[in-house]
């Protein structure tokens, strides 16, 4: 009985000891996006497993901060499962706003001043499965090696002004300045 037991343990712990860990990385690369007030931007991933089956389960944005709300956009997609054969080893997601793509969409406020950044962490959220979840003999009870574990990567949202702003006041400013020298002129 206690030999049953050890070996038990044994390959319990060997079974942890094998478990990769996941790679993840943020898109862009460095996990820096840029938006005018009022705008939305947001964050795609990549995810690189090659020895078990990751989940991304859900994301977060902290602090969601006084300058904007965060959405997570993993519960919208079909679920993405990065591993061994037949899935991808690596696979990468860009943000799309319209599809509803990539980890989620940060809407900065309106009422957020140009020039400021906002940083924080992107935590993702993921489970680790020793079989394909996409398989039909997929068991969540016996497949499943992490329920619930999570990364956190720097992330941050620089308010830059909106991009058609500088040549029109530039226009305005001319305008301005021809109309005074036409007064002067008259």
């Given at each position: 009985?206690?030999?049953?037991?050890?070996?038990?343990?044994?390959?319990?712990?060997?079974?942890?000891?094998?478990?990769?860990?996941?790679?993840?990385?943020?898109?862009?690369?460095?996990?820096?996006?840029?938006?005018?007030?009022?705008?939305?931007?947001?964050?795609?991933?990549?995810?690189?497993?090659?020895?078990?089956?990751?989940?991304?389960?859900?994301?977060?944005?902290?602090?969601?901060?006084?300058?904007?709300?965060?959405?997570?956009?993993?519960?919208?997609?079909?679920?993405?499962?990065?591993?061994?054969?037949?899935?991808?080893?690596t696979v990468s997601q860009p943000f799309d706003a319209t599809a509803m793509?990539?980890?989620?969409?940060?809407?900065?406020?309106?009422?957020?001043?140009?020039?400021?950044?906002?940083?924080?962490?992107?935590?993702?959220?993921?489970?680790?499965?020793?079989?394909?979840?996409?398989?039909?003999?997929?068991?969540?009870?016996?497949?499943?090696?992490?329920?619930?574990?999570?990364?956190?990567l720097p992330a941050a949202v620089n308010v830059a002004p909106e991009p058609?702003?500088?040549?029109?006041?530039?226009?305005?400013?001319?305008?301005?300045?021809?109309?005074?020298?036409?007064?002067?002129?008259?």
């Open positions: 009985m206690r030999r049953a037991f050890f070996l038990f343990l044994l390959s319990c712990a060997t079974g942890l000891l094998m478990q990769g860990t996941p790679s993840f990385s943020l898109l862009p690369s460095g996990g820096t996006i840029s938006g005018a007030p009022g705008s939305t931007v947001g964050w795609g991933f990549t995810v690189t497993d090659s020895s078990e089956y990751v989940v991304i389960t859900g994301s977060s944005f902290t602090p969601s901060s006084l300058y904007g709300t965060y959405q997570d956009f993993t519960g919208s997609a079909a679920l993405i499962v990065a591993g061994p054969s037949p899935e991808n080893q793509s990539g980890l989620g969409a940060f809407t900065i406020f309106s009422t957020t001043p140009t020039n400021t950044k906002i940083s924080g962490n992107l935590v993702i959220d993921y489970s680790l499965f020793s079989q394909d979840p996409n398989s039909p003999t997929f068991d969540p009870d016996t497949s499943t090696l992490v329920a619930d574990a999570n990364v956190s058609l702003l500088a040549p029109v006041l530039g226009l305005a400013l001319a305008a301005v300045g021809l109309a005074a020298k036409r007064r002067k002129n008259a």
